[in-house]
């Protein structure tokens, strides 16, 4: 079947270390995104990504870094930069950019930093 | 900027109709609705573009105001299902798409037997 997997669904990390959160995509999309959800808050958009070695800043991309070398991939890393890591992390995707296209999400990455 | 959400949170007793509302400050392009249960990942529901047209399921429906850059789903003889936390998406408009959504903090919606 086709979808977004994200591992793992569970991170925990010492404050000052870097940490990878893994996404693939098997539905063929062109454009993937990550976003960070806390309490309360929405979906905060971190990056987002219309082809292959290019992306694009979103509202929140201070600390985080990311990297576009295969289509089906988009992995999102947590630079020890981010002042307040801790958050559920989401990553989707669509067959184009946001407007037209309905974004299909992944089961999210729960990171606790301590 | 960040859509409002109105209301916060609600509660339905199974068979009631319900409204949700998204309001922005800005023009926009687009309007996106998705649901989240508790912990997993968000799932869409429906999209309204601007022009008119508009793509979703058949048990759910929308309006887009896009004079008043609004839009609301309304959710009619709520089932059990229903529950969970609405999200409303916007992307803005500039005399063009500008390609990300801003969501809004989410309406939770609770229907009780």
């Known amino acids: 079947d086709g979808g977004i997997t994200q591992s793992p669904k569970y991170l925990f990390r010492k404050e000052g270390q870097n940490v990878t959160l893994s996404c693939e995509q098997n539905l063929n999309h062109d454009a993937m995104y990550w976003y960070r959800q806390d309490p309360g808050q929405g979906l905060r958009l971190i990056y987002y990504?219309?082809?292959?070695?290019?992306?694009q800043k979103g509202d929140i991309a201070e600390g985080y870094s990311v990297s576009r070398e295969k289509k089906e991939s988009f992995p999102l890393t947590v630079t020890s930069a981010q002042k307040n890591p801790t958050a559920f992390y989401l990553c989707?995707?669509?067959?184009?950019?946001?407007?037209?296209?309905?974004?299909?999400f992944g089961p999210g990455t729960r990171l606790t930093v301590t | 900027q960040q859509p409002v959400q109105s209301p916060q949170a609600v509660i339905l007793r199974e068979g009631e109709d319900a409204v949700i509302n998204c309001s922005s400050s800005k023009a926009l392009y687009s309007v996106h609705w998705y649901r989240q249960k508790h912990g997993e990942a968000p799932v869409f529901l429906m999209i309204?573009?601007?022009?008119?047209e508009q793509k979703g399921h058949e048990k759910i429906s929308a309006s887009f105001n896009e004079k008043k850059q609004q839009s609301s789903l309304y959710l009619t003889a709520s089932q059990l299902s229903y529950s969970g936390t609405y999200f409303c998406g916007t992307e803005e408009w500039s005399g063009a798409g500008s390609y990300q959504l801003t969501f809004g903090k989410g309406t939770k919606l609770s229907v009780i037997p």
């Open positions: 309204l573009l601007k022009g008119g």
């Open positions: 989707a995707s669509s067959m184009g950019l946001a407007g037209s296209y309905e974004q299909y």
């Open positions: 990504s219309q082809i292959v070695n290019d992306f």
